[in-house]
């Protein structure tokens, strides 16, 4: 067996759909969950997600092979601070937060020479639902799962954590901390703050009720991130604050540059330029497809 | 039969999706094609979408009680006047234009005093794909067509026009054309340029491989539209400039906006503007859905 006893801290989307994931892969013995809201911690348990919680974190943490912290980025320092009187030797750590330079600060705090047993990760997976209702096993099939190891790890601890999450249908690949933190800036953090800038936009304007009437697949494919959940991503726009800050001076250049092709009818270029990029997205999005198809398991 | 003969005047999604639909609906007897890429109208005759095809625009819109125009924006003026010698005073035109302003100052400039004849539109429907091979006959079914009479249309061409869309599962509503090219430069001109702008900018970064190896379920959604027919929309961004840049302008007002709570860690300001967000795009797909819902036919 993997892990005799996972301890999940915060059983929502994420830390749901990896207990569901682990049991159904046979992996997991039991698990224990933590959590601030009763009437979700009682709904883990109905739903079979979870066999047992408590409000205490240290009785939760007790024992556990692995301890999943899968709450916002803002509450890890504080609750790592609060599991460590029972945190035992043998007890590997991870969380699933969306930066990485922030928690690693949290956790070198919080848990001082202890921070060995720390193995930092990030699913690259979710929806905008939020809470143990919305969790699926399915939910990191095919999906990558970033680990930034610390020079610290014990290389066992890192082993560890990557088959567990393997165990999912998740395919695990190692960056270094800061270079998880520049590509997500990109690949996430820029597009969520950019739809909830554009819903904002649009929610003021005086035809905003034609606006979403007559909004279109496209549209709301497109905003689909602005329903994501406002703690979770206000935490993550500070605690990448400085890469996600430059991201948007670049992606402000990109845009003024359109604008003023627009200004000045500059169709060719225009087009020129939404030609490059529609065969960019497309052919990037193609090799990341035959990329996971490969790593599949026969 | 509400259509004797249906020509269509670029047979790719949209006019494609138009002609199978009406097909289906038996709303129409004969379907003549015009286009300018052989492969694609051979094609169109294969698949049954239409039932011929002539590279002699008058020859298509000859005894046509309906003429569509399918094509990019900047074809519909010299298209228009290439097909006015054969155009009877029985015949409406209509297109499928994503901005309305200059398409009738096209009509006006080619058509004179048939102008009309001819009633604006617009299906709130599409794909990032192009050409008849993507066509399907569900396209616009529970979506929205926007219609924009001119005060020169007679009602009875008004009427044609909106029991064509009807007939193809259409929910048809009439806006005036300033007001659709305004609601249109926000829910989808302003979305497209900021999806173009995205990827360009990510495709300039040293990381760009990690950054799109490493892209979620999110970012493939909300760039999807940046794998739209850059022809097409490099002139829907001319067409609507004005109203375009305008709203560029504002969302980079809000961009910049939320910028400063970031490079100020003002955490409490961002949550609200998040969930401010969030409220409303959840509020108004909700409204809108139940919108579509009450119009359906019983």
Redesign the interface.
């Known amino acids: 067996m993997l892990i005799n006893k996972l301890a999940i801290i915060g059983v929502g989307l994420i830390g749901g759909s990896l207990a569901r994931a682990l049991r159904r892969a046979g992996v997991c013995n039991h698990i224990s969950g933590y959590g601030r809201d009763e009437t979700n911690m009682q709904r883990a348990i109905e739903l079979g997600v979870i066999d047992e919680y408590s409000h205490d974190i240290t009785r939760v943490v007790a024992d556990a092979d692995v301890v999943v912290l899968a709450t916002p980025l803002?509450t890890m320092e504080p609750l790592l601070g609060a599991l460590l009187p029972s945190l035992q030797t043998k007890t590997i750590i991870t969380d699933v937060g969306s930066a990485k330079g922030s928690v690693v600060q949290a956790a070198r705090n919080a848990l001082g020479d202890r921070l060995r047993q720390f193995v930092p990760g990030h699913p690259?997976?979710?929806t905008?639902q939020s809470g143990v209702e919305a969790s699926f096993a399915d939910l990191f099939v095919d999906?990558?799962i970033?680990l930034t190891p610390l020079p610290e790890n014990e290389t066992t601890a890192v082993e560890t954590i990557s088959r567990m999450w393997e165990s999912c249908g998740a395919t695990v690949?190692s960056?270094s901390v800061d270079?998880h933190d520049?590509?997500?800036a990109?690949?996430?953090h820029?597009?969520?703050?950019?739809?909830?800038?554009?819903?904002?936009?649009?929610?003021?304007?005086n035809?905003?009720d034609?606006?979403?009437?007559?909004?279109?697949?496209?549209?709301?494919?497109?905003?689909?991130?602005?329903?994501?959940?406002?703690?979770m991503?206000?935490?993550i726009?500070?605690a990448n604050?400085d890469k996600?800050?430059k991201?948007?001076s670049?992606?402000?250049?990109?845009?003024a540059?359109?604008?003023a092709?627009?200004?000045t009818?500059d169709?060719?270029n225009?087009?020129?330029?939404?030609?490059?990029?529609?065969h960019?997205?497309?052919t990037?999005?193609a090799?990341?497809q035959s990329?996971l198809s490969r790593k599949k398991p026969d």
């Open positions: 803002a690259i997976a979710g905008e999906h990558m970033i690949v960056l270079h520049q590509v997500l990109a690949t996430s820029l597009p969520h703050v950019l739809a909830y800038a554009l819903v904002d936009c649009l929610a003021g304007m035809e905003h034609e606006i979403f009437r007559f909004s279109a697949g496209g549209f709301r494919d497109f905003t689909r991130i602005a329903s994501s959940n406002p703690e991503w206000s935490d726009c500070i604050g996600l800050l991201m948007i670049q992606f402000e250049s990109h845009l540059g359109i604008k092709m627009i200004s009818n169709r060719d225009l087009r020129e330029v939404f030609a490059r990029v529609k960019t997205r497309d990037m999005l090799e990341r990329l």
